[in-house]
Nanobody, 121 residues
Framework: QVQLVESGGGLVQAGGSLRLSCAAS????????MGWYRQAPGKQRELVAA???????NYADSVKGRFTISRDNAKNTVYLQMNTLKPEDTAVYYC???????????????WGQGTQVTVSS
């Protein structure tokens, strides 16, 4: 089995910062892309940021310049540093990882349980 465990959410005032972490554990051969998605009430889940194993990154336009995604391949962990937070960043943030479990299997996506980020104005 594979688990993604997130931490670091919470309540912060506008302009503040939070750092999210997500650690993948279990039977893992390798991890391709890792990323963060978010879902606000009444809205669809959207990609916030993603990072591939080589380090290339991709960000939603709404967070460029404010959020930074990084990963520690040795720890199978992905981070999201969120600065200059805005009320519109309020959402449940979900970790995603595309994981290969054995050297002869294909990859599939796994999701964390979600962590709430609330930004007050």
């Amino acid at each position: 089995q594979v688990q993604l465990v997130e931490s670091g959410g919470g309540l912060v005032q506008a302009g503040g910062s939070l750092r999210l972490s997500c650690a993948a554990s279990g039977s893992i051969f390798s991890i391709n892309a890792m990323g963060w998605y978010r879902q606000a009430p009444g809205k669809q889940r959207e990609l916030v940021a993603a990072i591939i194993s080589g380090g290339s990154t991709n960000y939603a336009d709404s967070v460029k310049g404010r959020f930074t995604i990084s990963r520690d391949n040795a720890k199978n962990t992905v981070y999201l540093q969120m600065n200059t937070l805005k009320p519109e960043d309020t959402a449940v943030y979900y970790c995603n990882a595309n994981i290969i479990r054995t050297h002869y299997s294909g990859s599939r996506d796994y999701w964390g349980q979600g962590t709430q980020v609330t930004v007050s104005s």
